[in-house]
Every structure is written in C-alpha cells, then in structure tokens.
C-alpha cells in the first residue's frame, strides 16, 4: 500500500515538473522558428541594438573596416588570407583600396581560376608572369598600378581599362563595368 502511495505521490510531483519543461522547449523552439521565418534582419536588428561594444572586439577598437570589407569580398578565394596586405599595399602607393581585389575578382575570381604556383590572379601580360609569392605579386600589382597608371592621371576603371584590357574597349567597356560593380560590391558589405 505504501508503495502505491509512494507511486502516486511521484506522479503528481514529477508530471508538473516534466510539463512545465516540455513547455518552455516548445516555446523556445517556436521562437526559432519565428525568427528562420521572420529572417535573420530582425534577429540582426535585434542583436545591433543590445551590442555596444561600437567597433570593439575583445576590448580592441577596430577603426579601419577595409581589411574586413575585402576578407569578406574574397571570401573562399585564395587571397581571402591577403586582405590586410592589400590594404596595406593600397595605403602605401596612394590607391583606392578597391582596385587590386577588384581586378583579382574580375581576371582570376579571387586567384582560383589560376594555378596556385603562378600567384597570378591580376592575369599580368595574359597570365604568363610567375610571381614568387602572394606578397610579391600584390606588391608589384600596387606598384605598376600607382606609376603607370594613377600617377598618368587614369585613375577610374573607365580610364585604366583602355591601357590594362585593351580588348575590353570592343566589348563596350565590360571590364570597367565590373570592376565598378565589384567596387559598389566591396562598399556594401
């Protein structure tokens, strides 16, 4: 008899306990649900308006977002790891940061559509120079680009394009125009 009552007493201390979990289960996987179905926008909104770290990782203040822009713009491309370098290159000859991964976007699609070993994705004279590294080639890159071009005042991709892709003028421009989306790409990430 006693272990009836026991069994009992269980059953009424135990089911409100195991209903109140399966309750708050089914509410929070109705709440994701709810935002896969809203989208991820009100979830992000949400998430920027309870962030305020304004710019901060782990305490350090990120003040120049163009590596970011650019590892995002290569992402899964074999420059992706080189961002920071690019900018760099870019800061030093004076650049619009945009152009080199720009043009490694439109000739090579980042650098896979060239063999690893020619670390060629600029397509420099039709693809036939070999660089050493990935550090060379975006070094030479920025360097031609400042004193052949930028420093002859071409400095839009309309204006370089006749010099760097001369067969692209018969095409009514088509490289200037995607490298001018790849620069509107590179703005709005």
């Known amino acids: 008899m006693f272990r009836k009552i026991a069994i009992v007493f269980s059953w009424f201390l135990i089911t409100p306990i195991a209903l109140a979990f399966l309750f708050i289960l089914i509410n929070q996987h109705n709440k994701i649900d709810y935002l896969a179905k809203v989208g991820p926008s009100i979830a992000a909104q949400n998430y920027s308006q309870n962030n305020q770290l304004d ?51 439109k000739e090579s699609g980042g650098g896979n559509a060239v063999p690893e070993s020619t670390h060629n994705a600029w397509g420099w004279e ?24 930028v420093d002859r005042g071409l400095t839009t991709p309309e204006e370089i394009m006749p010099v760097y892709a001369p067969p ?22």
């Open 55 to 105: 710019g901060q990782v782990l305490g350090v203040e990120i003040s120049d977002m163009r590596p970011y822009y650019i590892a995002n713009f290569l992402k899964n491309t074999k420059l992706e790891p080189y961002s920071h370098y690019m900018v760099e290159v870019a800061e030093n000859y004076g650049l619009d940061y945009r152009l080199i991964p720009a043009i490694a976007m």
């Open 126 to 149: 039709n693809g036939r120079t070999v660089f050493p590294s990935w550090e060379v080639a975006i070094d030479t890159v920025g360097r031609t680009l400042k004193t052949k071009y």
């Open 168 to 189: 692209q003028i018969t095409t009514g421009g088509k490289w200037a125009k995607d490298i001018n989306r790849f620069f509107e790409k590179l703005t709005t990430l």
